[in-house]
């Protein structure tokens, strides 16, 4: 039987290393490529093509969400698996609605990270049992917009410097700031990004 072409993306040295020697003693893999970034992700499996990218949600440059909807949006063949943290209905709903094939905690036992693996490769869906009856609940009150410019803010930039980076007026900028303020019933952006990360709809 074929190996399974892998690339793996993760941020932290230490997890990505643990990861891989996991895979190798589960037999039936092949990594192919190591990304500790979001864009260098996506270049390896624009480049090399793999069957399936393992993949964090939050690493630097490009979220492993961005990344999935890249990939969905390139019409490229490589199913995307999500090893996470974040167990949060709000994270696993934008994972689907990216296009992602598998959605797994990192605390998850290695034999089920393996078959999920092995699932998805094959053209199934892989979603961690505790988190299947919950993905689609909690509705994210955000657009697309107004999560891109609350994440902005949340990293301590100025409407200026968000306006500049998104190529947007700053007027538009407080426009969405406001917007997302008041869904979320916060008193201001920090307040706002906190309640949306709670949430998982950032």
Do not use: C
């Not at 039987?1 to 941020?11: H, K, Q």
């Not at 990594?31 to 500790?36: K, M, N, Q, R, W």
């Not at 299947?132 to 410097?161: I, N």
């Amino acid at each position: 039987m074929t190996a399974i072409r892998l690339v793996l993306a993760e941020d932290q040295a230490l997890v990505r290393g643990a990861l891989a020697a996991l895979l190798q003693l589960a037999g039936g893999f092949e990594l192919v490529g190591e990304a500790g970034d979001g864009e260098a992700a996506l270049g390896l499996v624009a480049s090399l093509r793999p069957d399936v990218l393992l993949t964090d949600i939050e690493m630097p440059l490009r979220s492993g969400l961005d990344v999935a909807r890249q990939i969905k949006e390139q019409g490229l063949p490589t199913r995307v698996v999500i090893v996470t943290t974040f167990g949060r209905a709000g994270y696993l709903r934008r994972a689907m609605e990216a296009g992602v094939a598998g959605y797994l905690l990192k605390d998850s036992p290695s034999e089920q990270l393996a078959a999920a693996i092995r699932k998805v490769a094959t053209g199934g869906r892989a979603i961690a049992p505790e988190l299947a009856l919950a993905g689609w609940d909690g509705d994210d009150p955000l657009t697309e917009r107004e999560r891109q410019v609350l994440r902005h803010a949340s990293e301590g930039r100025s409407s200026a410097d968000i306006a500049a980076l998104l190529h947007l007026s700053e007027g538009t900028v407080r426009n969405y700031l406001s917007e997302a303020i008041g869904k979320l019933g916060a008193a201001n952006r920090i307040e706002a990004a906190r309640i949306a990360r709670d949430g998982g709809w950032l």
